[in-house]
């Protein structure tokens, strides 16, 4: 059974650095063709992609954000990382991660956490 | 940057089909597979279809999805609606670099 749950701050300020973390289980990001990807949804507002990691280290990335997103992946604790610099108000969002499992195909979704970004 | 477009918002009646489109705005989007995402609210989004036209195990086969290349676009069908079918649906799809997602549409079962 895929599981993954994402965790990190509910609470940052401008200008300061988002660090979020998808832990997982049920599946390895060893294994050929697996990802994981963060997506994004501001309240009331739709789905915004982010940024996806495969099993190989290959990274991908939104491009409108691209220069403020960092994502890599620690196989030996099934954690995927997300960091997100300059933080602003309109970076509050519910933070999603999911599973890839091919053609882009997110089959799992963590529950999301919320981020409020305000001074 | 692709951007694939839906209609905000769709309404019919308990019992009735409804269709909803997503029209790539460049491209052709029939090149890559299409995914159609359900979110209730409060909720993680859930797939209904994926690759175009394939369900995930239990969701019901009132759900279909299809594409069409001679317009650039995605539909997804859902047939003999319910009251639980009210939600918000989303296409998702990619290129080479990125995935993008649609912007959404709220339907609501009168």
């Known amino acids: 059974q895929i599981t993954l749950k994402e965790s990190g701050p509910t609470l940052v300020k401008p200008t300061q650095t988002l660090t979020l973390t998808c832990t997982f289980s049920?599946?390895?990001?060893?294994?050929?063709?697996?990802?994981v990807g963060w997506i994004r949804q501001p309240p009331g507002k739709a789905l915004e992609w982010l940024a996806l990691?495969?099993?190989?280290?290959?990274?991908k990335y939104s491009p409108s954000l691209r220069n403020r997103l960092t994502i890599t992946k620690d196989t030996s604790k099934n954690q995927v990382v997300l960091t997100m610099t300059n933080m602003d108000p309109v970076d509050t969002a519910t933070y999603y991660c999911?599973?890839?499992?091919?053609?882009?195909?997110?089959?799992?979704w963590g529950q999301g956490t919320q981020v409020s970004v305000s001074s | 940057n692709f951007m694939l477009t839906q209609p905000h918002s769709v309404s019919e009646s308990p019992g009735k089909t409804v269709t909803i489109s997503c029209t790539g705005d460049?491209?052709?989007?029939?090149?890559?597979?299409v995914q159609w995402y359900q979110q209730r609210p409060g909720s993680a989004p859930t797939t209904v279809i994926y690759?175009?036209?394939?369900?995930p195990s239990g969701v019901p086969d009132r759900f279909s999805g299809s594409s069409d290349s001679s317009s650039n676009s995605a539909s997804l069908t859902i047939s003999g609606l319910k009251a639980e079918d009210e939600a918000d649906y989303y296409c998702?799809?990619?290129?080479?670099?990125?995935?993008?997602f649609g912007g959404g549409t709220k339907l609501t079962v009168l």
């Open positions: 999911a599973h890839r499992r091919r053609n882009e195909y997110f089959d799992y």
């Open positions: 049920g599946f390895s990001l060893t294994t050929n063709g697996v990802g």
């Open positions: 990691i495969y099993w190989d280290d290959e990274k």
């Open positions: 460049s491209g052709n989007i029939v090149l890559n597979y």
């Open positions: 690759e175009d036209n394939k369900r």
């Open positions: 998702q799809s990619y290129d080479a670099s990125t995935v993008f």
